[in-house]
């Protein structure tokens, strides 16, 4: 136990059945210095690998300092003392520190604390079961990389009651293991922003999402997606639950995407029912102003819908959206359009490409983009245009056996709601 005060230190390890708590006031701090951190597979303050029986609890702060040694790793890096490629000018993930790396532990309880300034990604649960990570606060826009929290392959997962404000995705499943996979998770009550996405599955994704509720959470300043379900590793991705969400100021609404990033394995996207969920699209940069913004890149475009997007022959299918509102600034120009109705073809598959909803830059729908899936099920779906915009609200491409019930569509100057193109089977009622 860690009464009222500050405590540097360098790696943490801890043991089976043994209790990080701290008390209300007290610190642990990380040391500035990199060689003062262990790696195993990746550099990080607090270690548990192969132990059961682990907390990390109370009030008080696990602070990472890690900006100073992010940039500390750096120094070192130009003066030859370290090696490392400085892909994106910026230090591999790996060689700088993450606060939390448990890797193949069972029952971990994760509550309270306040999680703060990682060098890299703030905590990682790596191929555990049984984990509950339960009213912590993540305030982590230090570095490049701080993701709030990665579940990567793990079974029986609860993040709840928690507040995250992350440069980098704010809560993302991931698979790393063609052998594993992300299963039975609940997401409840949570506040996020985010520099990237709010919620998100992959981008690593190999083997797999399996049985997630994602119920009752909030997003807000959040620069890519409020939700980005990917499977582009030749994973699935199946029977996930999205229920009551709202996000304010968010760069796009729902990305969901199929990818072939490894050649010859596209993966399934399939049985997902997003239900109840509010969002406003925000004109401008949703994350503008904090020191670590997600780049502007995919440019020039205007204003991203709702994206969901198959592959040719390998459909996204049994989607459902039901009491979906989501409102757009419009005022989409045309001089930026290299995708109009009468050019659907020219826009690119891109199957090996890193998945985000502007990949495709400019798309010719302002609510809803769907191009390769099969039964979906849209009801009382309300997109709300503020300003006239040139494109179409809802663009079907190659979509089949697929269900359009109650839409309401509100812009200036409203025109055709939905455009088909080699689509068949579409009923709108």
Not at 35 to 64: E, H, L, N, S
Not at 154 to 165: E, Y
Not at 263 to 276: A, D, Q
């Amino acid at each position: 136990m860690f009464d009222v005060g500050r405590y540097l230190t360098g790696s943490i390890h801890l043991k089976s059945k043994v209790s990080l708590h701290l008390r209300e006031g007290a610190v642990i701090v990380g040391s500035v210095n990199p060689f003062d951190y262990d790696k195993k597979i990746f550099t990080a303050f607090i270690f548990a690998y192969d132990q059961q029986d682990i907390a990390i609890t109370g009030q008080g702060v696990i602070d990472g300092q890690g900006r100073i040694v992010a940039r500390n790793v750096l120094t070192h890096i130009h003066s030859g003392i370290l090696k490392d490629a400085l892909r994106n000018d910026r230090p591999y993930e790996g060689n700088r520190p993450m606060l939390i790396n448990f890797r193949n532990c069972s029952n971990i309880l994760i509550q309270g604390v306040t999680l703060r300034n990682a060098a890299s990604w703030v905590q990682t649960y790596d191929q555990c079961n049984n984990l509950v990570i339960d009213q912590i606060a993540v305030d982590s826009k230090a570095y490049w990389n701080n993701d709030g929290i990665d579940i990567v392959d793990c079974d029986g997962v609860k993040i709840t009651n928690s507040f995250i404000d992350s440069a980098d995705d704010g809560i993302c499943l991931k698979s790393h293991d063609d052998k594993f996979y992300c299963n039975n998770i609940l997401i409840r009550n949570n506040t996020i922003r985010s520099s990237a996405n709010a919620i998100k599955f992959g981008t690593a994704s190999y083997g797999g999402f399996r049985n997630i509720n994602i119920i009752n959470n909030k997003v807000y300043d959040t620069y890519r997606s409020a939700v980005a379900l990917e499977a582009v590793d030749g994973g699935f991705l199946e029977g996930v639950v999205i229920d009551s969400l709202w996000a304010t100021t968010t760069g796009n609404a729902i990305f969901l995407r199929l990818g072939e990033r490894v050649s010859g394995k596209k993966g399934k996207l399939e049985n997902v029912k997003i239900s109840n969920v509010y969002i406003e699209i925000s004109a401008t940069k949703p994350d503008a102003g904090y020191e670590y913004e997600g780049p502007v890149e995919d440019m020039p475009r205007n204003i991203s819908p709702l994206v969901i997007a198959g592959l040719p022959g390998q459909f996204v299918s049994n989607i459902t959206l039901t009491n979906i509102e989501i409102k757009y600034p419009g005022g989409g120009k045309p001089f930026f359009a290299n995708a109009s109705l009468d050019r659907m073809d020219s826009i690119p598959e891109l199957p090996a490409k890193y998945p985000d909803f502007s990949m495709f830059k400019e798309l010719p729908a302002w609510g809803a983009y769907i191009r390769h899936a099969r039964g979906l099920k849209l009801s009382n779906i309300r997109l709300i245009c503020e300003k006239k915009d040139y494109r179409t609200a809802i663009v079907l491409d190659d979509v089949h056996e697929s269900e359009f019930t109650a839409l309401q569509i509100k812009e200036p100057g409203q025109k055709k709601v939905i455009h088909q193109h080699k689509s068949t089977k579409i009923v709108t009622k």
